[in-house]
């Protein structure tokens, strides 16, 4: 059964931008992982700083792989010059989990 994982990133205005900049730096980190179905970064429109990291993956142990490999990976390397790890652009950062349990696409013609 897919397992739909949501990451609720708090974002400051200021640092939208940063934050975009990055996820289009590593666009196609994950999408030869094992498992992985899907990924969308969803800027809110209006009401919240919010931005939501939606990602689906064939099952839990798919997820637990990538987060322990390619993303653990991207997020403790790829330091400036000098070494140091650039200011994270999110604020705060909750991961929500789903079980995929009824689902539809659009009819074809």
């Known amino acids: 059964?897919?397992?739909?994982?949501?990451?609720?990133?708090?974002?400051?205005?200021?640092?939208?931008?940063?934050?975009?900049?990055r996820f289009a730096s590593r666009a196609h980190a994950v999408e030869s992982s094992d498992g992985f179905e899907w990924f969308e970064l969803l800027r809110p429109v209006e009401g919240t700083d919010n931005y939501l990291v939606y990602t689906r993956w064939r099952d839990e142990a798919s997820f637990q792989a990538w987060m322990e490999g390619p993303m653990k990976a991207a997020h403790q390397g790829g330091g400036a010059e000098g070494g140091e790890r650039p200011k994270p652009a999110a604020s705060g950062s909750t991961v929500w989990s789903f079980e995929v349990v009824q689902q539809a696409a659009p009819k074809e013609a």
């Not at 059964?1 to 974002?11: A, D, E, G």
């Open 1 to 21: 059964m897919s397992v739909v994982k949501i990451n609720v990133l708090t974002v400051p205005a200021e640092q939208r931008e940063t934050l975009e900049k």
